[in-house]
């Protein structure tokens, strides 16, 4: 079946680096794409969300870009600290109808920070 | 900062026996979704509400599991008999809206282990 999923399981960076968390999607009917950071005992934390019609967005420290000829999503997340050590999730809304707008989560990325 | 209240956080229950999680979305929202998290894995929705009523249950295991949100306010979902497989974190999340034009806002969530 379709779904969203994610390239790498785990994502080791420096303090200070640049961080890049890859997502890959297939269901090309997708309309809305969210990132949201998953700390250990807590509920997703919404980061940053884009629209099928736009390419990049831009937040504090985030930005996502959005690649719809190879149904590609990135997460960009300028200067690592150390409270960014989280599961990274990517998720998407196709809206099939009736109202229903669950979202699709793919499996999650694992950032951990080096000091 | 208003929350998602949900209660009881952490669960241990026998296999056969009946458990039931509870969620206060955030005051004003419409639409409520019970998500399941399988451990190392993204959430995946059970159940979506708007109001009082129920705009999808596709992915809802009728036979165990029930949900329901009476006064479109709080929910309460249910797993009646508990199976081994049903061990896993379960989010309950709320919205203004439909997600495409408001955030999904999630709550801590219930941990569940069935023995």
């Known amino acids: 079946g379709e779904s969203v999923g994610l390239h790498l399981p785990t994502l080791s960076v420096q303090e200070g680096d640049n961080s890049i968390i890859n997502c890959a999607y297939s269901?090309?009917?997708?309309?809305?794409f969210i990132w949201y950071k998953q700390e250990s005992g807590k509920g997703p934390q919404f980061i940053i969300d884009?629209?099928?019609?736009?390419d990049k967005r831009q937040g504090q420290r985030v930005t996502v870009l959005l690649n719809k000829t190879v149904k590609h999503l990135s997460l960009q997340i300028a200067a690592t600290q150390p409270g960014d050590s989280a599961v990274y999730f990517c998720?998407?809304?196709?809206?099939?109808?009736?109202?229903?707008?669950?979202?699709?989560f793919g499996k999650g990325t694992h950032l951990i920070i080096q000091p | 900062e208003a929350e998602v209240a949900q209660s009881p956080r952490y669960k241990i229950t026998e296999k056969s026996q009946a458990v039931a999680f509870w969620c206060d979305p955030i005051?004003?929202?419409?639409?409520l979704y019970w998500y399941r998290q399988i451990l190392g894995q993204g959430p995946e929705l059970l159940v979506q509400?708007?109001?009082?009523?129920?705009?999808?249950d596709s992915q809802l295991p009728k036979d165990r599991f029930s949900a329901e949100r009476l006064k479109g306010v709080d929910s309460t979902l249910k797993i009646q008999p508990a199976e081994l497989g049903d061990s896993a974190m379960y989010l309950c999340?709320?919205?203004?809206?439909?997600?495409?034009?408001?955030?999904?806002?999630f709550g801590p969530g219930t941990r569940l282990t069935v023995t």
């Open positions: 509400f708007q109001d009082e009523s129920v705009v999808d």
């Open positions: 269901n090309s009917a997708s309309d809305y």
């Open positions: 884009i629209r099928s019609n736009m």
């Open positions: 998720a998407e809304n196709s809206y099939p109808g009736g109202g229903a707008d669950g979202l699709t």
């Open positions: 999340a709320s919205s203004l809206g439909l997600a495409g034009n408001y955030e999904q806002y």
């Open positions: 005051s004003g929202h419409a639409t």
